[in-house]
């Protein structure tokens, strides 16, 4: 049984809160210098490597910058820094609920990424929490869709990360979630909804397919006035996008949700109209490092239900 290598401390420090770029070199490949397959894997662009290797920005363990002519060497560890992509700031506040020694609680807004992905990097919940609180090895315990507001987790110390994930791995955390939707009178509440959810890579919704259910949720209606309702949703599993499907199959989809039950264009950046009316409300758990019990209840409200016309016309503001 092949051991698992021992991963060196980056020797570059993190820029905006992000960390950089980590590569391990394959164990079996033909190249002649780490330059070669630097070009073939990372696809960069004509000189763009060169370029990196040039001024420095890409370095092997100990902060040695590499050279073009370093020879390949099977397993070795480079660093580098993505070119950070234009973002939009997100022009909400990104409050914290609770801090101790072990972990912050966030209650994120609509529009904020969880944690570094695709376009979304420096602007991101992660990033933004590690730049305020200055916590540079934060990590995020679970994370939310970024057009879901509300409750996020995250830790201080990296060595007790795997603890709190494995809370949410293994169930141990109560979640409770507050949707605006229509309300259809002739919908029996509450139900316990279950099917089966897949999402492939590349396709932006999710679907339910013939099989064994792999999610379950939980509605319930709260309030209802005129034709909207608010709903306590209560997931008992976590598939991607779960709710958002379960509560479109039962013909009631989230208000602003671009997905379900069509998919339709994508939004301009900047445009931060109409957010999606999902809410992480509050978290449940058990501290698995302290053994104190947590309950944590977000302070947001959903606008579509404390101003429908305010939320509808669709001026930009923390909704």
Do not use: C
């Not at 060497?73 to 072990?102: C, K, S």
């Not at 509300?150 to 994930?165: H, I, S």
């Amino acid at each position: 049984m092949r051991r698992k290598p021992r991963i060196p401390p980056s020797p570059l420090p993190q820029r905006h809160g992000v960390d950089p770029v980590r590569l391990r070199l394959p164990r079996e490949g033909s190249w002649a210098t780490v330059r070669e397959h630097l070009v073939e894997r990372l696809a960069a662009g004509d000189g763009v490597i060169d370029a990196m290797i040039g001024e420095g920005l890409i370095v092997g363990e100990g902060g040695r910058p590499l050279t073009a002519e370093a020879a390949y060497a099977p397993g070795m560890f480079l660093w580098f820094h993505r070119e950070l992509p234009d973002e939009e700031p997100v022009p909400f506040p990104l409050d914290v609920v609770y801090r101790d020694e072990h972990i912050v609680v966030a209650d994120k807004p609509h529009f904020l990424a969880t944690t570094p992905r695709g376009s979304h990097v420096a602007e991101t919940a992660l990033a933004r929490l590690r730049r305020e609180l200055d916590l540079p090895e934060l990590g995020a315990a679970h994370r939310l869709d970024r057009l879901t507001a509300g409750l996020v987790l995250f830790t201080v110390r990296p060595g007790e990360r795997g603890a709190y994930q494995s809370l949410f791995r293994d169930r141990l955390v109560g979640k409770e979630y507050e949707a605006v939707a229509p309300y259809d009178p002739g919908l029996g509440l509450p139900r316990t909804v279950r099917s089966r959810i897949l999402k492939e890579r590349g396709v932006m919704a999710a679907q339910e397919v013939a099989g064994e259910a792999n999610a379950v949720s939980r509605i319930e209606l709260v309030e209802q006035r005129g034709g909207l309702g608010r709903y306590r949703l209560t997931p008992r599993t976590g598939q991607t996008h779960q709710l958002r499907v379960h509560m479109s199959a039962s013909g009631i989809p989230i208000l602003g949700d671009p997905l379900y039950p069509v998919v339709t264009g994508p939004v301009p950046a900047g445009d931060f109209r109409r957010p999606l009316q999902l809410l992480a409300r509050a978290l449940e758990f058990t501290d698995p490092v302290t053994g104190l019990a947590h309950r944590f209840v977000s302070g947001r409200m959903l606008a579509a239900w404390t101003s429908y016309d305010t939320w509808s016309a669709g001026p930009p503001g923390d909704q």
